[in-house]
């Protein structure tokens, strides 16, 4: 399975915007990029996913590189309910639809 | 709609003993995938059931088994428990090739 990197921590202020970076240089040309985030003490929750154009939704926005070899996730204005690991994962787009877990960026979000 | 739903929340066995975890789709999904998180690490992949069979596996001993019933939900069972089974085990279950979506997880504990 093709490998994301992301940093470990980062940390935004209340009511900024925050980028999440992801790299996944072998990403192959049919896997969807997925991002879900893992409050404390709580499941793994879906956030967004896409594949080549840019995508947004009422939680987040991903911006996709022209060469999918990278990825951000974009939260316009965080909150403290934001404060949370978020993954970045490559899911392929035929067979199983298993997911494998790096260890994530622990956001903080400082009020 | 309830979402997934797991039980019981939180479990205390010994070494040897077996251990039955039990998981309910949300409503409308027909595939349920179970996945192990140790303390400080992102879920690990242990086996993923649609139309009640295996359909893929990660790397994880025979110990682990699992079934699927045919309301779709399903049960995780591991025997011969090990102190290095203590972890959350979470229950994720989709419609493919829609997201997965994560129960709050159940919390074993081996002594």
């Known amino acids: 399975d093709a490998k994301t990197t992301q940093p470990n921590s980062m940390e935004s202020n209340e009511e900024e915007p925050v980028h999440l970076p992801c790299n996944h240089s072998t990403i192959s040309g049919t896997d969807y990029i997925h991002w879900y985030r893992q409050l404390p003490s709580q499941g793994p929750e879906y956030v967004i996913h896409?594949?080549?154009s840019n995508v947004n939704n009422r939680m987040a926005s991903l911006a996709i590189a022209e060469d999918r070899k990278s990825s951000t996730l974009i939260l316009h204005r965080a909150t403290l309910r934001d404060a949370a690991v978020y993954y970045c994962?490559?899911?392929?787009?035929?067979?199983?639809?298993?997911?494998?877990f790096g260890t994530g960026t622990r956001l903080t979000v400082i009020p | 709609d309830a979402g997934v739903t797991q039980s019981p929340t939180h479990l205390i066995k010994t070494r040897g003993q077996q251990v039955t975890l039990r998981c309910s789709p949300k409503s409308g999904h027909d595939t349920v995938s179970w996945y192990q998180q140790a303390l400080g690490q992102g879920p690990q992949f242990i086996f993923q059931y649609y139309e009640e069979e295996e359909r893929q596996r990660g790397n994880f001993p025979d110990r682990f088994s699992g079934h699927q019933f045919p309301n779709y939900s399903s049960e995780l069972n591991v025997n011969a428990l090990l102190l290095g089974d203590s972890a959350l085990y979470l229950c994720?279950?989709?419609?493919?090739?829609?997201?997965?979506?994560f129960g709050p997880g159940t919390r074993l504990t081996v002594l």
């Open positions: 994962i490559l899911r392929a787009s035929t067979g199983a639809n298993n997911l494998f």
């Open positions: 896409g594949l080549t």
């Open positions: 994720a279950s989709s419609l493919l090739p829609g997201p997965q979506y």
